[in-house]
């Protein structure tokens, strides 16, 4: 059954950096894209970043874009979201997120990811 756990969130304070992993099990085969995704509280989920089932191709969001860095390590089935500058806009629950395709799916495509992991808290807060 396939299975992904987040973690490394936590509270930090503004221009901050955490880094997110998470790590995805029970897939059959390479092709599985992973996305990361973020909801805060009385809004609506948010796509952050995503890459392909290569680690080669990525996509962010206009809101983070430049400030995270989406990775991936095949050998540890691991994908990371590395996030600078943080600001207290991105404190949220994050999200990550996968899907057979070979290609590269896009931060506003959640409806095409199947399966899905627990979350870990992200707060910026000064």
């Known amino acids: 059954q396939p299975q992904l756990v987040e973690s490394g969130g936590g509270s930090v304070q503004p221009g901050e950096s955490l880094r997110l992993s998470c790590v995805f099990s029970g897939f059959t085969g390479n092709n599985v894209a992973i996305g990361w995704f973020r909801q805060a509280p009385g809004k609506e989920r948010e796509g952050v970043s995503c890459?392909?089932?290569?680690?080669?191709?990525?996509r962010y969001s206009n809101s983070v874009k430049g400030r995270f860095t989406i990775s991936r390590d095949s050998a540890r089935s691991t994908v990371y979201l590395q996030m600078n500058s943080l600001k207290p806009e991105d404190t949220a629950t994050y999200y990550c997120?996968?899907?057979?395709?070979?290609?590269?799916?896009?931060?506003?495509?959640?409806?095409?990811?199947?399966?899905w992991g627990q979350g870990t808290q992200v707060t910026v807060s000064s």
């Open positions: 997120a996968a899907a057979y395709v070979k290609g590269l799916l896009g931060v506003d495509e959640a409806h095409l990811y199947d399966y």
């Open positions: 890459i392909d089932s290569t680690g080669h191709s990525t």
